[in-house]
């Protein structure tokens, strides 16, 4: 069982860039699908990035171009790249996690695919 922890979220302005983090210590994330989705005030949950075992990513349309998703060197955490920030990107930013085994090309933007969830990292963007 996975215990999910974000960090790295802030205040920055816009155009800057942050860089999320999502582990669960003493776990790795070998056989899972990692994804990222966001959540901003009055508004649904909605998918930001997912990245497969094998690294294959897929970004919501919103964040292409500005947004990686990357998993570390030993697999123990997994990254959010966030660039050129804009005030639409201030959410709460949760990490979740999928067990895919050896199917290491699965990526999931469903959040509903999801089994373990973090509780969010906030991340506000002032214009």
């Known amino acids: 069982q996975l215990h999910l922890v974000e960090s790295g979220g802030g205040l920055v302005q816009a155009g800057g860039s942050l860089r999320l983090s999502c582990a669960s210590p003493?776990?790795?994330?070998?056989?899972?699908?990692m994804g990222w989705f966001r959540q901003a005030p009055g508004k649904e949950r909605e998918f930001v990035s997912a990245i497969s075992g094998s690294g294959i990513t897929n970004n919501a349309d919103s964040v292409k171009g500005r947004f990686t998703a990357s998993r570390g060197n030993e697999d123990e955490t997994v990254y959010l790249q966030m660039n050129s920030l804009k005030p639409e990107d201030t959410a709460t930013y949760y990490c979740?996690?999928?067990?895919?085994?050896?199917?290491?090309?699965?990526?999931?933007?469903?959040?509903?695919?999801?089994?373990?969830w973090g509780r969010g990292t906030q991340v506000t963007v002032s214009s």
């Open positions: 979740a996690a999928k067990f895919t085994g050896d199917d290491y090309s699965a990526y999931y933007s469903d959040e509903t695919a999801y089994t373990y």
């Open positions: 003493g776990r790795i994330f070998s056989g899972y699908a």
